[in-house]
């Protein structure tokens, strides 16, 4: 079974920065793990995504050249280092691992067996 832990989440000032890690265990290389985020009133983001097997990535457009997904093949943990952060960036991220071989198919819920984090609260104040 698939397991996911995200840590590294917490409060930081408007133009600072964040790194999120995530530890995954108990998948195959046809799957893909994203970061995804939610603000109160909001649906849910894919924010950033990469695939197991390729490394290829995909991110939202509201984050493009601010966040970078990365992965630790050795312990597979998945990284997402935030830049830039701006108050609306604010919302709880969760990681999830899905199966599908393209990052931005993950992105864009196109996935089966997919299985979530519990998330970590990251907040921007202005």
């Known amino acids: 079974e698939v397991q996911l832990v995200e840590s590294g989440g917490g409060l930081v000032q408007a133009g600072g920065s964040l790194r999120l890690s995530c530890a995954a265990s108990?998948?195959?290389?046809?799957?893909?793990i994203g970061w995804f985020r939610q603000a109160p009133g909001r649906e849910r983001e894919g924010v950033a995504c990469?695939?197991?097997?390729?490394?290829?990535?995909y991110y939202a457009d509201s984050v493009k050249g601010r966040f970078t997904i990365s992965s630790d093949n050795a312990r597979y943990t998945v990284y997402l280092q935030m830049n830039s952060l701006k108050p609306e960036d604010t919302a709880i991220y969760y990681c999830?691992?899905?199966?599908?071989?393209?990052?931005?198919?993950?992105?864009?819920?196109?996935?089966?067996?997919?299985?979530w984090g519990r998330g970590t609260q990251v907040t921007v104040s202005s």
């Open positions: 990469i695939s197991v097997s390729g490394g290829t990535t």
């Open positions: 108990g998948f195959s290389d046809d799957y893909g």
């Open positions: 999830a691992a899905g199966r599908s071989r393209f990052a931005e198919y993950i992105c864009s819920g196109v996935w089966s067996n997919e299985y």
